[in-house]
Nanobody, 124 residues
């Protein structure tokens, strides 16, 4: 059984930075598609970063491109999200997710495993 545990959330002022971590345990062999999603208060969950470890490709929506960076440490089996230039609209619960299947990058239905979430609050 795979477990994902996020950490690193917190409260920062606009313009600040945070690094989120997602530690994976269990058998993740064959799971090559990682992503970060977020759910702002009162809104639907949306994808903010994806990583295909086979193709070594990354994808970001326009809203975070150039500010967020997704990475994965194979030795630690940990996913990261470096967030710079944070804005109040980045305030949300952030979730990491892992999929064994290829498909539409931010289709939430294809992700098999989810973390419990970590809160990020950005004040103006």
């Amino acid at each position: 059984q795979v477990q994902l545990v996020e950490s690193g959330g917190g409260s920062v002022q606009a313009g600040g930075s945070l690094i989120l971590s997602c530690a994976a345990s269990g058998n993740t062999y064959g799971s090559s598609y990682w992503a970060w999603f977020r759910q702002p208060p009162g809104k639907e969950r949306e994808g903010v970063a994806s990583l295909n470890t086979i193709a070594k490709s990354r994808l970001y929506p326009t809203s975070v491109k150039g500010r967020f960076t997704i990475s994965h440490d194979n030795a630690k089996n940990t996913l990261y999200l470096q967030m710079n230039g944070l804005k109040p609209e980045d305030t949300a619960m952030y979730y990491c997710a892992l999929s064994t299947k290829s498909g539409t990058v931010f289709d939430q239905n294809r992700y098999d495993y989810w973390g419990q979430g970590t809160q990020v609050t950005v004040s103006s």
